[in-house]
Nanobody
């Protein structure tokens, strides 16, 4: 079955760095766009970054642009998130998720959905 397993979370001081990994299995990893989503305490999940299947295109939320970098190694079936200049507001449970496109005939448009998620890895930014 499809599995996504995040790792690399922990506690770091403001301004520090952390690198998260997501090991994928059970599907053709190189055929899918991938995403990092985070959920702060008491809040809902929020999209952070995405990367296309080949790794040539990336998309960033304004809150992390210039600080976070998403990448992937398709040969290793692994997604990465390099986080630099971390801030307390980056504290959250970080999930990797598989992105698919769903067509809605009513609107005639395609929309992003995230059909599989990992269990998440906790990132805490505190002094």
């Amino acid at each position: 079955e499809v599995q996504l397993v995040e790792s690399g979370g922990g506690m770091v001081q403001p301004g520090g760095s952390l690198r998260l990994s997501c090991a994928a299995s059970g599907f053709t990893f190189s055929s899918y766009d991938m995403t990092w989503v985070r959920q702060a305490p008491g809040k809902g999940p929020v999209w952070v970054l995405s990367i296309n299947s080949g790794g040539g295109r990336t998309y960033y939320a304004d809150s992390v642009k210039g600080r976070f970098t998403i990448s992937r190694d398709n040969a290793k079936n692994t997604l990465y998130l390099q986080m630099n200049s971390l801030k307390p507001e980056d504290t959250a449970l970080y999930y990797c998720a598989r992105r698919i496109l769903i067509y809605y005939s009513n609107s005639g448009n395609w929309y992003s959905h995230y059909d599989y998620w990992g269990q998440g890895t906790q990132v805490t930014v505190s002094s």
